[in-house]
Every structure is written in structure tokens, then in C-alpha cells.
């Protein structure tokens, strides 16, 4: 089967949206973000993506990376999945800005 679905396949996915999110991002100022909805909206689903692809990765590949912050990750998603109205923009916009490509960093690009 092609698609098999294992670690390597979760972080490919991860990986993906991550550099989405970097690439989007690059030129944009919370204030732009806050405006526009579209972007948002695809940058909150981007980061409920990768906590929900983080979660299907092994224990034991998540304890083989403990410089990866994978209990931040799952309470990002729920936050913005249970508190979706009302979510920091700033703290969203600080996480894109500066935790994400600090992310794909650690999970090497």
C-alpha cells in the first residue's frame, strides 16, 4: 500500500503545514492577519493539523525528541478547537511568527 501511515507519514504532514504557515506568514503583520479571515482561518486550521498528525506519531518516536514541545502542541488545538471565538489573535500571531519555524526547525526541514 502506498499510503502507508506511520511516523514518517505523520511528519511529512506535519512538516508540510509548517512550511505553509512559514511561507504565508513571511510578510505578514498581525494587523493583516487579524483582517483578513481567509488567512486566518487557514493558519488556526494549518496549526489544528499538525497537533492532530502530532498525536498519531508513536510514543516512542516523540520520546526519541524530547526538544519537541508535544503536550504545547496539543493544547494549542485545544485551545482554538474549544475556544474558537475567542482566541488571542496575538498570541496566535506570535505562535506563527516565532514557535512554528522554531517547530520545523527542531523536526529538521
Known amino acids: 500500500m502506498d499510503n502507508v501511515k506511520n ?3 505523520y511528519i511529512q504532514k ?8 512559514v511561507v504565508h506568514m513571511q510578510d505578514t503583520d498581525e494587523k493583516e492577519l487579524d ?10 486550521f494549518r496549526m489544528i493539523q499538525i497537533s492532530e498528525n502530532a498525536k498519531r506519531l508513536s ?16 493544547g494549542l488545538r485545544n485551545r482554538i478547537v474549544h475556544d474558537y471565538g475567542n482566541v488571542d489573535i496575538n498570541i496566535v500571531y506570535e ?11 527542531l523536526l529538521g526541514k
Request: glycine content about 0%; hydrophobic content about 35%; cysteine-free.
Open 7 to 9: 511516523n514518517h507519514y
Open 14 to 21: 506535519i512538516k508540510n503545514d509548517l512550511e505553509f504557515i
Open 35 to 44: 483582517k483578513n479571515e481567509i488567512l486566518l482561518d487557514s493558519m488556526l
Open 59 to 74: 510514543d516512542d518516536y516523540k520520546q526519541n525528541r524530547e526538544n519537541v514541545p508535544w503536550n504545547a502542541l496539543y
Open 95 to 105: 505562535t506563527l511568527k516565532h514557535d512554528i519555524p522554531e517547530l520545523l526547525d
